[in-house]
């Protein structure tokens, strides 16, 4: 096993203002989950892990269309690997547990992640997610729920068919569809559809999502625009989700709002009468970061405390190298207790250097 012979000196100068792992597991206990409390008091219970860089799709909002350098297939996290990240979480508090990539469905050891996974409820995991495409989701859908699988987020930015390969470069509207009805048909506990919503683009075909839950049982969620290296972001692109709430109610009449959970991204609606629900996630015009309590683990192994922060400390490394589960919490802990209290504005955001999306994970 290659060893990274500076990684203990480089992370330790890098915390050397906090206090030793014996002084902080001697000041704390792990039932009170103080690693994974950050300075400003939000406890993180929900950890999203990045399975791959990999993806079938080439979203113009995700990725360059010329793809972006993989990590090597080695320098990923392995099966064990991720599984052990996730119980060291787990015993720390977190009961929810989302999986993204890249595309999570391309990762051939998926369904035994997820039964891996499924043996944490017994530990305080309450739920296991997936955010995919949905376009290899259809033959896969029932054994991944027969796993443990319990809630889906599809992407899909477009009802219409033409648009959906302008926008993902890629064909396969059809199955995104079908692995849509096939969720609802095998009851999922949620089924969300994510939608990014770009001015001149596809905003156009966002009353056509909201008739969408008139007759189907599922959560669409439109997004706000955000900048990453890649996607060639711009601000004129942005739709607020205000704008997009009076587009709806000129259309379909006053919206109900639902009551939203305490950490959730989602500002919840629903059109009288319907089936399903619609949300915005107002990442740029309306942040929630004083209420995030979520982290990330990317597929090579590094967490992340904040999705547009660039500071990353790799856990992949430290397993590597046999580090014990108290030393694994120090550097947790002291990534968490650097986290902001809010991420910067979208000017400064978009002359950031941060990874491209499809890198650090949905």
């Known amino acids: 096993m290659f060893v990274f012979p500076r990684l203990r000196t480089v992370q330790r100068r890098l915390f050397s203002s906090l206090q030793p792992e014996a002084a902080v597991a001697q000041q704390y206990r792990p039932s009170e989950a103080p690693y994974l409390t950050d300075t400003f008091g939000r406890q993180h219970n929900y950890l999203r892990i990045s399975l791959t860089e990999r993806c079938n799709l080439r979203c113009t909002y995700c990725m360059p269309e010329e793809g972006v350098p993989l990590t090597p297939h080695d320098k990923l996290l392995t099966t064990d690997e991720i599984l052990s990240l996730a119980r060291l979480f787990v015993s720390q508090g977190v009961t929810k547990i989302r999986l993204t990539g890249g595309e999570p469905t ?31 989701l259809k033959r896969k859908l029932q054994a991944l729920h027969t796993a443990g699988l319990d809630s889906l987020n599809i992407s899909l930015d477009t009802l219409d068919r033409h648009m959906f390969e302008i926008m993902t470069r890629r064909r396969g509207f059809d199955n995104v569809l079908a692995s849509i009805r096939q969720a609802t048909d095998l009851g999922f506990n949620s089924v969300k559809i994510n939608s990014v919503v770009m001015r001149g683009t ?101 967490i992340k405390v904040c999705l547009f922060g ?19 919490l120090h550097y947790i802990g002291a990534a968490v207790r650097k986290k902001k209290k809010q991420h910067a504005g979208m000017s400064e955001l978009a002359s950031r250097k941060n990874r491209p999306m499809i890198l650090i994970g949905g």
């Not at 004129?236 to 959970?261: A, C, M």
């Not at 400390?313 to 397993?319: F, G, I, K, Q, T």
């Open 310 to 328: 660039s500071t990353e400390v790799s856990l992949r490394d430290m397993l590597r190298q046999g580090y014990s589960e108290g030393e694994l």
């Open 106 to 136: 391309v990762r051939p050891d998926l369904i035994d992640i997820i039964s891996g996974l499924n043996e944490l409820k017994a530990e305080g995991l309450q739920s296991i997610g997936i955010t995919t495409n949905g376009i290899a």
């Open 202 to 302: 596809n905003d156009d075909q966002v009353l056509n999502f909201v008739a969408f839950t008139q007759d189907s049982p599922v959560t669409v969620r439109f997004i706000e625009y955000m900048p990453f290296d890649g996607n060639r972001w711009n601000k004129d692109k942005l739709v607020p989700y205000r704008e997009l709430v009076d587009r709806i109610e000129t259309r379909f009449g006053r919206l109900t709002k639902l009551v939203d959970d305490p950490n959730d991204t989602t500002k919840a609606y629903k059109v009288p009468g319907y089936q399903g629900k619609i949300g915005f996630i107002s990442s740029m015009t309306n942040h929630f970061c004083g209420t995030c309590n979520r982290l990330r683990i990317t597929a090579d192994g590094s």
